[in-house]
């Protein structure tokens, strides 16, 4: 029987380990809302770095009431040795390679990700536009989200239409019918 600091020494070293995203995200291991469908595999596994950017309005239907509203991400999507492979903006929504293949896609699904983070997403690709990396896309998946979600500081009268932008990170993987 193995001791608990051996079991944490274990686990310390198969940390330092680097596993590829998909061992990671294997489907199992994710929340149902946003498992891809059988029938696909990976096609590309990216990092998103960037940022988003929120804007203080008043909500709609509520007089006197005030929110941070999502305006739209610009992150650069890069391979596990950090070098960039795309970019990822908005709105719309749009993943883009450096080839000029690019694809948007609606939202399926979310699912919560820990306390100030972006929820983990399922997209569901529309077709890609220009031939590369992007063509025959058909799932995206956000994983393992960094920050990113809406600025702590109040939205109220004083603050409306101030936009803020806020730092986030995010896996993004790219998936293919099989």
């Known amino acids: 029987m193995k001791t608990p600091l051996a079991l944490i020494a274990a686990a310390t070293l198969a940390g330092c380990a680097s596993p590829p995203m998909t ?10 809302a946003v ?4 029938g696909h595999t990976v096609a590309m596994e990216t990092v998103g770095v960037g940022e988003i950017t929120y804007e203080c ?11 941070w509203v999502f305006v739209g991400p610009k992150a650069a999507l890069n391979d596990r040795s950090g070098k960039t492979v795309g970019s990822y903006y908005g709105p719309p929504a749009t993943w883009q390679a450096l080839d000029g293949s690019k694809l948007t896609g609606a939202q399926v699904a979310v699912a919560p990700a820990g ?3 972006i ?3 399922l ?3 529309n077709p890609a536009m ?3 990396a992007m063509s025959g896309v058909s799932y995206i998946q956000r994983v393992a989200t960094k920050g990113g979600v809406a600025p702590a500081m109040p939205c109220n009268a004083a603050a409306l239409g101030q936009q803020k932008i806020v730092t986030y990170q ?3 993987i790219f998936y293919k019918a099989a």
């Open 23 to 32: 061992a990671r995200y294997q489907q199992d291991m994710l929340p149902e």
């Open 35 to 38: 498992k891809v469908p059988a």
């Open 57 to 67: 309005r008043a909500k709609a239907a509520m007089q006197g009431e005030h929110e």
């Open 115 to 117: 306390a100030g983070n």
């Open 119 to 121: 929820p983990l997403q």
């Open 123 to 125: 997209v569901k690709a």
């Open 130 to 132: 220009g031939s590369g």
């Open 170 to 172: 995010a896996d993004y």
